[in-house]
């Protein structure tokens, strides 16, 4: 009787073991326009030519409120059905090596034809509006007939 108690409380343990490594992480996740981007965070966004890889596009800001818990970025692609096409983790890399040591900047390059269907989330956990992301469509921030703004 004692090892099927045993048997038991071992059995019940492993359950619970395995049901608590099931964390899952929720996050409240909007959308920002150009200027609450630029207004309320000190988000800016910028595009160059890239040479065979299309236009480079980046973000730049400092890590100040909300954004002092700045948690990943990734590039978001939809297709034109608007399904999700594809998203790839971002990582912080300067753009220029004269680049201020207190800006934080993630970037991706791609075709023109593509931009209109990318854009950044940017996530902070823990920040001073809790556990938030936020979409930041390159159609609200750029002129996707020239997107360039370093010429």
Known sequence: ???????????LLLISLQHSSRVTAEISVGTLTREQAKQK????????RNGDA???VWLEFRKVGW???????ELRMR???????????????PVHHRQSADVTTVSFSASP????????????????EGDVGYYL????FL???DPVTEK
Not at 67 to 73: D, N, Q, S, V
Not at 137 to 140: A, E, M, R, S, V
């Open 1 to 11: 009787m004692t090892s099927s108690r045993h048997l038991v409380t071992i059995c």
């Open 54 to 56: 299309g236009i480079k």
């Open 67 to 73: 954004l002092e818990k700045f948690t990943y970025a």
């Open 143 to 145: 002129d996707l007939s």
């Open 79 to 93: 297709a034109a059905d608007g399904s999700q096409q594809l998203s790839a983790q971002l990582q912080p890399n």
């Open 137 to 140: 469509p390159l159609q609200d």
């Open 113 to 128: 034809a593509q931009l209109s269907q990318c854009s950044f989330l940017v996530v902070c956990y823990g920040s001073n």
């Open 41 to 48: 965070y000190g988000i800016t966004m910028h595009a160059r």
